[in-house]
């Protein structure tokens, strides 16, 4: 047992070390002693996001059943299931062992049902179709996270309103790593670190759409980036990229709730909003206020040490993912324009059949 124990010490030694996690002359006792009464980041206030997750998890599910869905019956959003299908034990069977089989196996069901191999693929559709959450189910959600995000703008925006590298990048790295952590910064942090950690579990039963593995990734990399982050004191920098982010998620789900709303006047003009919000964001403001300066600027005035590449990198990765998401939206526009309007193309093509 004290084998074990001392192995498993080594391990953690090894991959909290210093040359690794901190700029130079920098020791994690720089960090606990708040040498020169500066309030440092500690690594052990992330465990408090677990808590916090918990807490948002709560607060979602209170709101979307007290509030969110009897607002959307009221609005007329239909909480029943669009297809019906009809039952047969032959097909049911094959489903339950692959829901998307190849076109040889619809041939071979249709000579055991009497249907034809077009009537069996149809049948498979629906009942695909039928397993889908309701559009109440799909408002409920959006209406959470179109909240949430709102929320949490604001609540940046009052937070970094005073802050020096809200305005000018540079002050991210200007004296680093010896920046202080104020009270609403740290909840700042433990709020959105908490709400990403309530994604990464209510992804499995939320609505699943075709880019759930994309999600899922962007959600990882994004706790990932918030604990580096934090753990390196780079706090300033992840300000910036939360703000950045909850800038175009607020029109992000409005546009899907109008589209549930089946208001296409109402969905297009806050798509145009997404749009510009956008573009103007994540391809705009996080590759020159954040990505630019993380990666070049930075060189010039910061030491540099292998947590930073890592920090970096998923910053990179986070903007490949947008550059994805963007080709979507683009596509999205192109449809809205020259064919039927609004429609979220991260949904199956049988998703909407009636």
């Given at each position: 047992?004290?084998?074990?124990?001392?192995?498993?010490?080594?391990?953690?030694?090894?991959?909290?070390?210093?040359?690794?996690?901190?700029?130079?002359?920098?020791?994690?006792?720089?960090?606990?002693?708040?040498?020169?009464?500066?309030?440092?980041?500690?690594?052990?206030?992330?465990?408090?996001?677990?808590?916090?997750?918990?807490?948002?998890?709560?607060?979602?599910?209170?709101?979307?059943?007290l509030i969110f869905r009897p607002v959307?019956?009221?609005?007329?959003?239909?909480?029943?299931?669009?297809?019906?299908?009809?039952?047969?034990?032959?097909?049911?069977?094959?489903?339950?062992?692959?829901?998307?089989?190849?076109?040889?196996?619809?041939?071979?069901?249709?000579?055991?049902?009497?249907?034809?191999?077009?009537?069996?693929?149809?049948?498979?559709?629906?009942?695909?179709?039928?397993?889908?959450?309701?559009?109440?189910?799909?408002?409920?959600?959006?209406?959470?996270?179109?909240?949430?995000?709102?929320?949490?703008?604001?609540?940046?925006?009052?937070?970094?309103?005073?802050?020096?590298?809200?305005?000018?990048?540079?002050?991210?790295?200007?004296?680093?790593?010896?920046?202080?952590?104020?009270?609403?910064?740290?909840?700042?942090?433990?709020?959105?670190?908490?709400?990403?950690?309530?994604?990464?579990?209510?992804?499995?039963?939320?609505?699943?759409?075709?880019?759930?593995?994309?999600?899922?990734?962007?959600?990882?990399?994004?706790?990932?980036?918030?604990?580096?982050?934090?753990?390196?004191?780079?706090?300033?920098?992840?300000?910036?990229?939360?703000?950045?982010?909850?800038?175009?998620?607020?029109?992000?789900?409005?546009?899907?709730?109008?589209?549930?709303?089946?208001?296409?006047?109402?969905?297009?003009?806050?798509?145009?909003?997404?749009?510009?919000?956008?573009?103007?964001?994540?391809?705009?403001?996080?590759?020159?206020?954040?990505?630019?300066?993380?990666?070049?600027?930075?060189?010039?005035?910061?030491?540099?040490?292998?947590?930073?590449?890592?920090?970096?990198?998923?910053?990179?990765?986070?903007?490949?993912?947008?550059?994805?998401?963007?080709?979507?939206?683009?596509?999205?526009?192109?449809?809205?324009?020259?064919?039927?309007?609004?429609?979220?193309?991260?949904?199956?093509?049988?998703?909407?059949d009636d």
């Amino acid at each position: 047992m004290g084998s074990v124990r001392n192995t498993i010490n080594r391990l953690s030694d090894a991959f909290w070390s210093e040359s690794i996690w901190l700029p130079p002359n920098v020791t994690w006792k720089t960090y606990s002693d708040r040498a020169g009464g500066i309030n440092y980041a500690q690594f052990n206030d992330i465990y408090y996001s677990l808590l916090t997750a918990i807490v948002i998890l709560f607060i979602r599910v209170t709101l979307e059943r007290l509030i969110f869905r009897p607002v959307g019956k009221a609005l007329g959003i239909s909480d029943k299931q669009r297809v019906k299908v009809e039952p047969n034990e032959i097909l049911e069977k094959s489903f339950r062992i692959n829901n998307r089989p190849p076109q040889s196996t619809y041939i071979g069901l249709s000579k055991q049902s009497d249907l034809s191999a077009k009537q069996v693929e149809l049948w498979f559709k629906r009942r695909r179709s039928y397993n889908k959450p309701t559009i109440l189910t799909r408002f409920t959600e959006s209406s959470w996270r179109c909240t949430f995000y709102a929320f949490t703008f604001v609540y940046g925006v009052w937070a970094l309103w005073d802050k020096p590298w809200t305005w000018d990048s540079m002050e991210c790295f200007v004296d680093y790593p010896h920046h202080s952590v104020s009270t609403e910064i740290w909840w700042y942090y433990n709020i959105e670190l908490g709400f990403y950690i309530s994604l990464i579990i209510s992804q499995f039963f939320d609505v699943k759409y075709s880019d759930f593995w994309q999600m899922f990734i962007h959600h990882v990399v994004t706790v990932l980036l918030l604990c580096f982050s934090w753990a390196c004191n780079l706090h300033r920098i992840g300000t910036l990229v939360l703000i950045i982010h909850d800038f175009a998620d607020i029109p992000l789900e409005g546009a899907k709730i109008a589209r549930y709303l089946r208001n296409p006047v109402l969905a297009n003009i806050v798509f145009a909003a997404l749009l510009v919000c956008w573009i103007y964001s994540r391809l705009g403001l996080l590759p020159t206020r954040v990505i630019a300066y993380s990666t070049y600027y930075a060189l010039f005035i910061l030491p540099m040490f292998p947590a930073y590449y890592i920090f970096n990198g998923l910053l990179c990765a986070l903007q490949v993912l947008h550059i994805i998401w963007t080709w979507l939206i683009l596509k999205i526009a192109h449809n809205a324009i020259f064919v039927d309007g609004v429609k979220d193309l991260r949904e199956s093509d049988d998703e909407d059949d009636d």
